[in-house]
């Protein structure tokens, strides 16, 4: 659907400006846009509908990409644990839905 093709641009757009922000030396802002893209990630999934040709799987790996990267700014504790078991949890779903989900597999690792 439109609305879920906007918001996922929109996630992808805020995780790509957080990635500017930190290699820019910004970790609060670049913090701030992360947070800001798995919202736009958590919205769109809402709305995704397959039957209507939405990419859940593209979602999946997208959102589990940012939260990986969530967690590369966030000190050792308990929620950068959390956006690591969210980023698998994103990633496994992906595969979950398409066992040839390349990109969900090499960011397991």
């Known amino acids: 659907s439109f609305l879920s093709l906007s918001v996922c641009v929109q ?3 805020l995780q790509r400006l957080a990635e500017v922000f930190l290699d ?8 701030a ?5 798995n919202a736009a990630y958590d ?11 939405d990419d859940l799987v593209g979602l999946l790996e997208s959102w589990g990409a940012n939260l990986l990267s969530v967690a590369g700014v966030l000190s050792v504790g308990e929620e950068r644990e959390a956006c690591l078991q969210g980023a698998l949890a994103k990633l496994n779903g992906a595969i979950s839905f398409d066992v040839t989900a390349t990109k969900a597999m090499n960011t397991i690792g």
Do not use: V, W, Y
């Not at 820019?24 to 913090?31: I, W």
């Not at 919205?43 to 040709?53: H, V, Y």
């Open 11 to 13: 996630g992808d757009l």
């Open 24 to 31: 820019a030396g910004d970790e609060p802002k670049a913090k």
């Open 33 to 37: 846009a992360f947070q800001e893209a």
């Open 43 to 53: 919205l769109c999934c809402q709305n995704t509908d397959t039957t209507k040709g």
